[in-house]
């Protein structure tokens, strides 16, 4: 089995997806983020010979956590280290194979497949913003390098570079694209348009079908 902690937060309002909730408000936000975090779940959970559990950074007992590890038959749910993103992520790589974000609802199997196949120290899933979805280390201190600008357009370079820094051989998957913003949120809406098959909690709370949000 490979082990997987997908990385998120509980869906709060005001405590979730802040630059979406600028543009839609932060209820809306919340829901949306619930909505991805069940999508992405339910992706990682087709892949056959894999063992998921949420990583959340606070709110373990949630309802949505609960439900979503009933539902999906995922490890008990863990709460996140304190420390930056860097830090979390490599203490969660010290106990399994991947982290995987929740912010790209519509992240396809064949992604994952590509990461879990890849034979490179370091393996990673590129987003359009310049981070990534996906990251599996089979050493992964390099990630407490302070060198590496998270959350921002450079933490994908930044993450590469540290990496070939500490010896380590880097693989790439085919890129994605997250949400954090409403144009990324467009591009979603577009995304699940051309494809029925994609995301159907996201869908639901957009109101693809019906057209109900205009963001």
Known sequence: MIPVALFTRPPVPGRCKTRLAAAVGEVVAASLHAAFVKDVVATVARLPGTAAALHVTEGPDHELFESLRQAHG???????????LGDRMA????????????????????ILAEAFACSADVVLTPTADGGFALIGARSASFLRDPAIRWSSPHALADTVRAARRAGLGVGLTAPHHDVDGPDDLALVRT??????GLA????AVLGIE??????
């Open 74 to 84: 995922l490890g008990p749910t863990v709460v996140q280290r304190a420390g930056g």
């Open 91 to 110: 203490d969660a790589l010290q106990d399994v194979s991947f982290v995987v974000g929740t912010d790209v609802p519509t992240l396809p199997v064949s």
């Open 191 to 196: 995304h699940l348009r051309l494809d029925r």
């Open 200 to 203: 159907p909690h996201t869908r």
């Open 210 to 215: 019906r057209d109900v949000f205009r963001f």
